[in-house]
């Protein structure tokens, strides 16, 4: 039974530029939640996506967006990429009686 | 609204003694917690669990005790051992707040 898939597990992208991270969440799960994690930090929670529709969002601005597909999967998009932006980005999948399954994550570096 | 945190950012044991890592909830509504453990490289992994109907829950050489009384719950982990060298975690029940962890730090 496969866990959480995130692709691609590296990134370097130029400041300015856009991106998208994708998450195939646990088989059975349909809830995608997506965290931001800096470097010696805990993660941090940006949305999370229920039935294709974001249904709670964390301190991000609208630069953070995301969907969900049919299947569960999703992705992020990340707009105008900061310096800021650099971190490990985590997807984590769950559902009603079942708790939080994460992915290893997506490394993104912004140069 | 809840905030999780935990009391030290780095605990050293020696190898082959008890950890115990702790952390406090301010929700007193909280009625489920849960431990995660992070490797270097890799997502959080769940440890253990437990509801607020419980005062202890025992894995796998891991031990969680929960005291609702002062809002305080601890994560205690036996003979200790080289692979146990994480960042631990114990956010909300929403997954919503991790707070930025302790790393266990493992002496030979």
């Known amino acids: 039974d496969a866990g959480v898939t995130q692709s691609p597990t590296h990134l370097i992208k130029t400041r300015g530029q856009q991106v998208t991270l994708r998450c195939s969440p646990k088989s059975g799960h349909d809830t995608v939640s997506w965290y931001q994690q800096a470097l010696g930090q805990g993660p941090q929670f940006i949305f999370q996506?229920?039935?294709?529709?974001?249904?709670q969002r964390g301190n991000f601005p609208d630069r953070f967006s995301g969907h969900q597909f049919p299947n569960y999967s999703s992705e992020l998009n990340v707009n105008a990429l900061l310096l800021g932006d650099s971190a490990l980005y985590l997807c984590?999948?769950?559902?009603?009686?079942?708790?939080?399954?994460f992915g290893s994550g997506t490394r993104l570096t912004v140069v | 609204g809840e905030s999780v945190g935990l009391h030290l950012p780095t605990l050293s044991v020696q190898e082959g003694d008890n950890s115990i890592i702790n952390c406090a909830y301010s929700n007193s509504a909280s009625d489920y917690f849960i431990w995660y453990k992070q490797e270097s490289g890799k997502g959080p992994q769940f440890i253990i669990d437990i509801r607020s109907n419980m005062d202890k829950r025992q894995g796998q050489r891991v031990t969680v005790l929960l005291n609702k009384t002062v809002k305080h719950l601890s994560l205690q982990i036996a003979a200790t051992q080289p692979g146990d060298s994480a960042v631990y975690f114990c956010?909300?029940?929403?997954?919503?707040?991790f707070g930025k962890g302790t790393h266990l730090i493992i002496q030979p």
């Open positions: 956010p909300g029940a929403d997954g919503l707040t």
């Open positions: 984590a999948s769950s559902a009603t009686g079942d708790g939080y399954t």
């Open positions: 996506y229920y039935e294709e529709e974001e249904r």
